[in-house]
């Protein structure tokens, strides 16, 4: 299994508090991606990565910003968590691009 | 934005049957990708495909590259309980340093 771990694993928070996520490979793969995966909507990509301090936007971006200071990490933040967030989220990786990405385990997020 | 269609959306399996899925498009993919989920953990990758007519197996499951490059296969032989679970494709666009578009999952149970 690729070396993919995320935390925390399950998250409650009220509406309207900030909220980060953490992803860690220790793969040293060059890409690190953000999904979302709802009920209806399978898989969504909120935010990747190609490199250090690299990042651009998917496919659901708005209300999530990302950072990513070392290649092992990927952050994700909610500035102001709203209910509509409540989702299953999760990291993958890649050391060749879009295609042959790993998943970690995700986090279950529900926004009260 | 870009679709793929996923079917069936759901099936029931009776142990020792063969299951098949696929996953079709209008658009033309250089890449597909099959993952399988089980409950409460995040996809996991079965097979990668990147060449059109590209047939590959993985024990009892195969997978084929549409000739048209427009359209993926998964087949599962004599299936077993732990076959359950959801079944994702995943395809890169032709010509796109884009990522990659998920299928909505094919949920295979077993029948009562």
């Known amino acids: 299994d690729a070396g993919i771990t995320q935390s925390p694993r399950h998250k409650v928070t009220e509406t309207g508090t900030p909220v980060t996520l953490r992803c860690h490979q220790t793969?040293?793969?060059?890409?690190m991606y953000w999904y979302r995966q709802d009920p209806g909507h399978g898989l969504r990509l909120i935010h990747y990565?190609?490199?250090?301090?690299?990042?651009d936007k998917g496919e659901v971006s708005d209300g999530y910003s990302v950072s990513r200071s070392k290649t092992e990490d990927f952050l994700l933040t909610l500035e102001s968590a709203t209910s509509s967030q409540t989702s299953v989220y999760f990291c993958?990786?890649?050391?060749?691009?879009?295609?042959?990405?790993?998943f970690g385990p995700g986090t279950r997020l529900t926004v009260l | 934005g870009q679709q793929l269609n996923q079917s069936p959306q759901s099936m029931f399996i009776q142990e020792g049957e063969d299951v098949s899925m696929n996953c079709t498009s209008s658009s033309i993919f250089n890449t597909w990708l099959w993952y399988k989920q089980d409950p409460g953990e995040g996809p996991v990758l079965l097979i990668a495909l990147y060449k059109a007519g590209e047939l590959t197996s993985n024990g009892r499951l195969t997978a084929q590259f549409g000739i048209t490059r427009k359209d993926s296969f998964l087949n599962i032989s004599a299936s077993i309980p732990s076959d359950v679970g959801i079944y994702f494709c995943a395809g890169q666009l032709l010509g796109s340093q884009g990522n990659l578009i998920f299928g909505k999952g094919t949920k295979l149970s077993v029948k009562p």
């Open positions: 793969e040293n793969h060059r890409y």
């Open positions: 990565s190609y490199g250090v301090k690299d990042t």
């Open positions: 993958a990786i890649s050391d060749q691009g879009a295609d042959t990405q790993y």
